[in-house]
């Protein structure tokens, strides 16, 4: 099985896994019904997302957090919501591209989610927020 390589890679993933993803009980209906997706519009925009982050093309200029947040006001976005999005993310890369960057698409799609989680429920997007110091302990010096 080959790797993501090109554009085209990019667009049947996203295309392959945005038909699995309307016909998922779960997540489907929040495409279908809540956002009411128009899949054409959208199947560019998210192709240079995934190009700009398994490449760094630089082609993604929106504010997808700005999107979800309008979404989570109408149809509040829970884990199992995420969780499912990665699910079939990761079985629509598994089951078409093997290698590094196949590999990458599944790691930046579970830290995306994660990330995106947090941000809905109004904390930071950062796995660093978990850190906090002992009792007493004096702030770092600033830089």
């Known amino acids: 099985m080959a790797d993501l390589a090109v554009r085209a ?3 049947h993933l996203v295309s392959t896994f945005y038909e699995a993803a309307f ?10 019904e809540i956002a009411k997706m128009d899949l054409d519009h ?13 490449f760094n093309a630089g082609l993604y200029k929106r504010n997808a957090l700005q999107v979800h947040f309008a979404l ?4 509040p976005l829970g884990p199992d919501h995420f969780e499912r999005w990665v699910t079939l993310w990761s079985a629509t890369v598994d089951a078409r591209y093997s290698g ?7 790691l930046q799609a579970g830290r995306i989610a994660e990330s995106m989680q947090r941000r809905l429920a109004g904390r930071s997007g950062s796995l660093l927020e978990t ?3 002992r009792e ?4 770092a010096p600033e830089v």
């Open 23 to 32: 016909q998922d009980p779960l997540i489907g209906p929040v495409f279908t």
């Open 72 to 75: 989570h006001s109408r149809h």
């Open 100 to 106: 590094p960057i196949a590999d990458r698409a599944k």
């Open 131 to 133: 850190i906090s110091r």
């Open 136 to 139: 007493g302990m004096a702030p």
């Open 9 to 11: 890679d990019v667009e």
């Open 42 to 54: 959208h199947l560019p925009i998210m192709c240079d997302f995934w190009e700009t982050v398994l």
